[in-house]
Every structure is written in structure tokens, then in C-alpha cells.
């Protein structure tokens, strides 16, 4: 059974550039959920979805958007960043959508210059 | 709304002594309950949860916690600590909706030789 996988594992940006993040759930997960880790903090909820649908959405602004295909695989995009944006970004996937457990990616670490 | 206290930043322990980890909750529905941890330079990995029935539950690496509607809480436990438990720990919780997960801040755990 594979696991939860993020790519790219690190990369750096400048500030107003857009970036793409990748995820692919693990097998038999149709959920998948994106979350922002700043430095010494706890991870923050960005989005989750369902089934290709947004179901539920934290307090990010929309710059913050994502996608999620039909195999369950899912991209976050963040247009014009900022130099707070710099984070871990972690992707996490679960079975349904009304579910108890999510499991994490290794993350993929941004930086903005 | 839901949030997640973790009061200790910081855990020092010397290796076999027993540790708690303390984390309190606030939320007017119910709740489901979780402890993960992070090693350095990688993603969460599910410790234990409480969904419902017996208020203590046990997890992987000799990990158990106890949930306590009264109190809001539900502390982390473990007997007798080794070198490679030393890493950030973080609890969460999720409402019966299970689309979001609210971090706490976190608690660095530091198992001294």
C-alpha cells in the first residue's frame, strides 16, 4: 500500500511568483486535505476536497486555491507570493468524506525570497 | 469554533522517566481527538485517537492518552521514554463534520541521555 507523496520535496520562490504543489493520496482515499505549517508552529487548515469538490475551506485568502483530479491526486496553487508564506505545506488524505483520520505527506518546504 | 491548547512549548525528560504531554480543547460540539508527531525534517504520523467508547486509548510506541470531557483534555502519556522519542508532538481535534483538524501549537519533547 503506498503512502501519502508530495513533490517537489523543496523549492524556492521569489516574492509575486506562483507555485504548484502536488499530492497523491494514498490508495483508496478519495479526500485529501492541504495544510500550511509556519516554523515553530502547528499546522494550520488551508482546504479540503472531495471527490474533485471543495468541501470546507480555512481562513486563507484566494490566492490560496487547489484542484483535485479524478485519480484523487490533488495540486495546491498559491499565486502572488509573499515572503509569509514561506512554510511547510503539508497534504493529507482520508477515506470519505465525513471521516476520522487523515494521514500526512513528508511535506513539501517553501521558501520565498 | 474549535481550538487546541497545548501548555508546554517545551518537554524536557530524561530517558526512562515517565512524560506527560498536556493538551486541552475547546469546542461546543463533539469532538474526536488526536495525537500525532513529527520527527524533524518530516511530515505527522498518527500516534492515537479517540473517536468514542473507552476513555483511554493506546497508540503506537508505548503512547497512551486519557480523554477528560470535564476537564477538556487529553494528555499524553508515556511509562518510560527513549532517545528516539525525542521529536515535536502535536494534538488536534476534528468535529463530526471530520473535513478540518485544529492543531495545537505544539510540544517538543527532548528525551535527554
Known amino acids: 500500500e503506498t503512502g501519502v507523496t508530495q513533490s517537489p520535496t523543496h523549492l524556492i520562490k521569489t516574492r509575486g511568483q506562483q507555485v504548484t504543489l502536488r499530492c497523491s493520496s494514498q490508495s483508496g482515499h478519495n479526500t485529501v486535505s492541504w495544510y500550511q505549517q509556519a516554523l515553530g508552529q502547528g499546522p494550520q487548515f488551508i482546504f479540503q476536497y472531495y471527490r474533485e469538490e471543495e468541501n470546507g475551506r480555512g481562513n486563507f485568502p484566494p490566492r490560496f486555491s487547489g484542484l483535485q483530479f479524478p485519480n484523487y491526486s490533488s495540486e495546491l496553487n498559491v499565486n502572488a507570493l509573499e515572503l509569509d508564506d514561506s512554510a511547510l505545506y503539508l497534504c493529507?488524505?482520508?477515506?470519505?468524506?465525513?471521516?476520522?483520520?487523515?494521514?500526512f505527506g513528508p511535506g513539501t518546504r517553501l521558501t520565498v525570497l | 469554533a474549535q481550538s487546541v491548547t497545548q501548555l508546554d512549548s517545551q518537554v524536557p525528560v530524561f530517558e526512562e522517566a515517565p512524560v506527560e504531554l498536556r493538551c486541552n480543547y475547546s469546542?461546543?460540539?463533539?469532538?474526536?481527538l488526536f495525537w500525532y508527531v513529527q520527527y524533524p525534517n518530516q511530515g505527522l504520523q498518527l500516534l492515537l485517537k479517540y473517536l468514542s467508547g473507552s476513555t483511554l486509548v493506546k497508540g503506537i510506541n508505548g503512547f497512551e492518552a486519557e480523554f477528560n470531557k470535564s476537564q477538556t483534555s487529553f494528555h499524553l502519556r508515556k511509562p518510560s521514554v527513549h532517545i528516539s522519542d525525542t521529536a515535536e508532538y502535536f494534538c488536534?481535534?476534528?468535529?463530526?463534520?471530520?473535513?478540518?483538524?485544529?492543531f495545537g501549537g505544539g510540544t517538543r519533547l527532548m528525551v535527554k541521555p
Open positions: 493529507a488524505s482520508s477515506q470519505g468524506r465525513y471521516t476520522d483520520t487523515q494521514y
Open positions: 488536534a481535534v476534528t468535529n463530526n463534520a471530520g473535513n478540518m483538524l485544529t
Open positions: 469546542s461546543s460540539v463533539s469532538v474526536y
